[in-house]
């Protein structure tokens, strides 16, 4: 899927730091309800992963229960 991004809306997460090694996710898509965009902060110009919001919900949770941590 490739939507219009044009009014996205992209935040940081406030626990990124200085490093500029960050992703930005746009929670809102006006083209494309029920998605979520992410892409990296240095390159916003570059390719963006969007995903559904069952997708990021999976994700987020998976996140808060430690599926991805290094071992």
């Not at 930005?24 to 919001?53: C, F, K, N, Q, W």
């Given at each position: 899927?490739?939507?219009?991004?044009?009014?996205?809306?992209?935040?940081?997460?406030s626990?990124?730091?200085?490093?500029?090694?960050?992703?930005?996710v746009a929670?809102?898509?006006?083209?494309?309800?029920g998605?979520?965009?992410?892409?990296?902060?240095?390159?916003?110009?570059?390719?963006?992963?969007v995903?559904?919001?069952?997708?990021?919900?999976?994700?987020?949770?998976?996140?808060?229960?430690?599926?991805?941590?290094?071992?």
């Amino acid at each position: 899927m490739s939507p219009d991004l044009s009014g996205a809306i992209w935040r940081k997460s406030s626990k990124s730091g200085g490093s500029g090694q960050c992703v930005e996710v746009a929670l809102e898509l006006p083209s494309a309800p029920g998605h979520v965009a992410v892409r990296h902060s240095r390159r916003p110009g570059a390719e963006v992963i969007v995903y559904t919001d069952a997708e990021w919900s999976a994700f987020l949770a998976g996140a808060r229960n430690g599926e991805f941590d290094k071992p």
